[in-house]
Every structure is written in C-alpha cells, then in structure tokens.
C-alpha cells in the first residue's frame, strides 16, 4: 500500500477521549475517501474530501464524527468522545485511473 | 447500496484454480469491473481491472460477460498466500468522484 500513508497503526483510547486519524494520499493527489470496516465487516463509506471541500460526508455519523482535508497537511478523521462501538479499522485512499483505489495500512482504534 | 452481489464464502484446493463471481446488473456502459483483495485486514490490494474485454495480469484473470452483467475472477493455481476476501466494485475510470461501496465481499479459504 506504498503512497497512501496513515498513522498512527494502531490507537487505542479511552471511552469519552477524542481519536484523531491522519491520512496523507498519494503524492499529486488532492483528495482522499475514508472508510470505516467494523470487525468481520465490509468496508463501509464514510466521506470524500478534496482539499479544503468535504464532497460527500454521507456515510458520516451525524455525531463526534469530523473530518477535514486542510490545504497544508493530511486529512483529518476526528472521533470525540468515543464509545466502544467506536472500535474499528479506518483506512483512507486516494483515486487515479491505474489500479483504481489506494488504500492505506491502516488505523485500528480500540476504545477501552 | 453496494452495485455488486458476491458469494459470502468459497473455498479451494491448493495449487487449484479459484473462480470467484460477482453479479453486478446494474452496470453503467461507463462504468468499470474492478477486483482488490484485503489480506488479514491490512489495507485492501488492487488485482485487476477491466470494461468488456476480459483482462490478464500477473495475478489474475478477469473474465466479463457480454452483457457485462457479471464477471469472473480467477486465481489460476491458488496458493496458501491468496486466503484472502476478495472484493467486486464497478466505477467510472476517472479521477472523478464516484461513491463506492464495498459490501462484504467473498472469503476464499485456500485449503492445503
């Protein structure tokens, strides 16, 4: 998954903390998709961003859940307050024509 | 909402050649048939892509209906290494924005 970079790999958090997720996309390109994949689940969509626009933030929880995409810097998944349900893997990607998606490694957030 | 419809669950031989099915009838003339794999939750991998024309690669084999309503991934000797969930999506190829959904996807168990 080279060009799509995320971090933390891992994050663990306690229940009513704030998690926050970064993702930088491959270089030259200004957008990034997030998605949510509960365990033993599909990967779900939760919102597109290019920078400085949220597109589409359908698949976003209408609570805790934000995300932004400033003109310097990774894009920004924050969870507030978060509750065990919480607890998932979060990966983002970035689209070109060959190959399609990019998908990072990867956050995995565990809410104790 | 995902545009496909995959199998939950299918197994294969060692050294066998794995044939995995995706239905998606509601396909667009624009729209593309891709396949990726997520290994153990890491990050999903793109295998291959195609339009009507069945596709080979180093990985894989796409084969598309004519009426592009569903299409065939094979995995000509599976190995161990392919155990995997393999997913079926159909997009535009642009750098354009396209909401995609995922689904569940197929579990292929390689047996030895």
């Known amino acids: 998954n080279a060009g799509v970079m995320q971090n933390p790999r891992h994050l663990v958090r306690r229940r009513g903390q704030e998690a926050r997720l970064r993702c930088s996309p491959m270089?030259?390109?200004?957008?990034v998709y997030w998605y949510r994949q509960l365990p033993e689940e599909g990967l779900k969509f939760m919102v597109y961003l290019q920078k400085e626009n949220i597109i589409d933030e359908s698949g976003m929880p209408k609570e805790r859940f934000s995300a932004e995409f400033p003109k310097e810097g990774p894009s920004i998944l924050r969870i507030q307050q978060v509750v065990r349900g919480d607890s998932a893997a979060y990966f983002c990607?970035?689209?070109?024509?060959?190959?399609?998606?990019?998908f990072g490694s990867g956050t995995r957030l565990t809410v104790v | 909402d995902a545009k496909t419809t995959q199998p939950p669950s299918m197994d294969c031989a060692e050294g066998r050649a794995a044939n995995l099915p995706c239905n998606h009838s509601t396909i667009s003339g624009n729209e593309y048939v891709y396949w990726y794999r997520q290994i153990h939750s890491q990050g999903p991998q793109y295998i291959i892509h195609g339009l009507k024309n069945n596709e080979t690669n180093e990985m894989a084999s796409l084969i598309i209906t004519e009426d592009r309503k569903s299409s065939t991934l094979i995995l000509p000797h599976a190995t161990l290494r392919d155990t995997a969930v393999y997913y079926c999506i159909v997009r535009v190829d642009s750098g354009g924005y396209q909401k995609v959904t995922f689904g569940t996807g197929t579990k292929l168990q390689v047996i030895p």
């Open positions: 990607a970035s689209f070109g024509t060959a190959g399609g998606y990019t």
């Open positions: 270089k030259g390109h200004s957008h």
